[in-house]
Every structure is written in C-alpha cells, then in structure tokens.
C-alpha cells in the first residue's frame, strides 16, 4: 500500500493568500485527521472525520481554516487568507474502523506564510 | 479532558547505552496508549501501542513500553541504543468514541545519540 499521501510536500505563499492541502487516505480507512506541529503548540488535531463526515472540528483555529472530504479518498485543508502565523507541518492520518486501530501518518506538508 | 506529558524535552544517549522516555497521562477512564517516531522530514510512524492485557508492550526497533496505571505512565524503553534512533518520540493517549479515536499527544522528547 502508498501509505497516506499529501500534497504538495512544501508550500511557500504570501500572507492573504489561499492555501489547500491535500490528503488520500490509506484505502479502506474510514477515519482521517488533520494535524498541524509547530514548534509552540506541538501536534494538535485540528478536524477529523469519519465516513466522509466531520465529527470534531474544535481544533480548527478560526474561520479562515476549513476542511472537506468529498469523498473516501481525498480530503482537502483549506486557508484563506493565510498569515505568517500558519507557518507549520500539517499532517494528515487515516486510521481503519475500530477503536484499536493505528492511526497512520503521511509525511507531511510544510507550510511557510511569507 | 485528556492530556499527555513528557517531561524531558531532550535527551542525549551513548550508542550502546539504554534509553529510557517517560510519559505521564491524564485520563478519565483506561487509556489507549501509544508511542510514536518522527525521524527528521518525515510523518509518524507507530512503534507501539497499548489497549489491554498484559502492561508490558513490545514494538518495533527493538522499543518496549509498560503501563502502570498507579502511576498514570507509559514509559519507552530500549536496552540498546542505535545512532538510528536519533529522532523525535512522542507519547499519545487516545480516547475511543464512537465514531473515531482522537489521540492528544505529549510535547515529544528529541533524542540525540552520541558515538
């Protein structure tokens, strides 16, 4: 299996602008987070899904952020307008149905607002 | 809520040497537990995790972690440290709902390995 995929690998932007991040999943997982590490505030979840459907979305820092999943392959993380203060690693992970299941990570997007 | 401790934010090691990362946990009821490896550049990647039965988990790379409830910890441990372990490890605890598991995770410990 690919494992979890996100694109681009690395973005740089200037402040204002639309960022959008992708996501595949692992096939035949149901579940998928999205996760942003910085140096400050570590790895915090910012918006999960399940079967295509939000089920917490309290990380998410504010209205410029938002999160789709149209479908159970893909996953999108959208910012608009973007700051400097967005600068991260976003992650994305996919996890089976089942509580005991691991949640597998894809290698990340690193994000730098300008 | 829950949450997720790891004291030492660094941690520099001898090749050869055993390592040991602790992890404290606040959680209302009996944790999933996980440990985690984040090598530089890349994702996550799971070492091993812990739902019930026996409080000793082993993992991959040789890594092995116990659970004790009375202590609210689930420290890593290796015998013998590689220079390949170099790397950021981060402790997760998970809360299992019905429709997901979403992990809250430590401040990770970065261990540096000397020759």
């Known amino acids: 299996d690919a494992g979890v995929i996100q694109s681009p690998r690395h973005e740089v932007t200037e402040m204002g602008q639309e960022v959008t991040l992708r996501c595949k999943p692992i096939s035949g997982h149901n579940s998928l987070f999205w996760y942003r590490q910085t140096m400050m505030r570590g790895l915090e979840l910012l918006i999960y899904?399940?079967?295509?459907?939000?089920?917490?979305d309290s990380g998410m820092p504010e209205d410029r952020f938002s999160a789709k999943m149209p479908n159970a392959s893909f996953s999108t993380l959208k910012i608009q307008p973007s700051e400097p203060r967005d600068s991260a690693v976003y992650f994305c992970a996919s996890k089976a149905a089942g509580g005991q299941e691991t949640q597998y990570f894809g290698p990340g997007t690193r994000l730098l607002v300008l | 809520a829950q949450s997720v401790t790891q004291p030492d934010i660094h941690i520099t090691v001898s090749e050869g040497a055993s390592l040991e990362l602790r992890c404290n946990y606040s959680?209302?009821?009996?944790?999933?537990l996980f440990w985690y490896v984040q090598s530089p550049g890349q994702g996550l990647q799971l070492l091993l995790k812990?739902?019930?039965?026996?409080?000793l988990v082993q993992g991959i790379k040789g890594f092995e972690a116990e659970f004790k409830r009375s202590q609210s910890s689930f420290n890593l441990r290796k015998p013998s440290v590689h220079w390949s372990d170099a790397a950021e490890y981060f402790c997760a605890v998970g809360a299992v709902k019905a429709a997901g598991n979403k992990l809250t995770f430590g401040g990770g410990t970065r261990v540096l390995v000397k020759p």
């Open positions: 899904f399940n079967n295509n459907v939000p089920i917490d």
């Open positions: 812990y739902f019930s039965g026996d409080t």
């Open positions: 959680y209302g009821a009996t944790p999933y």
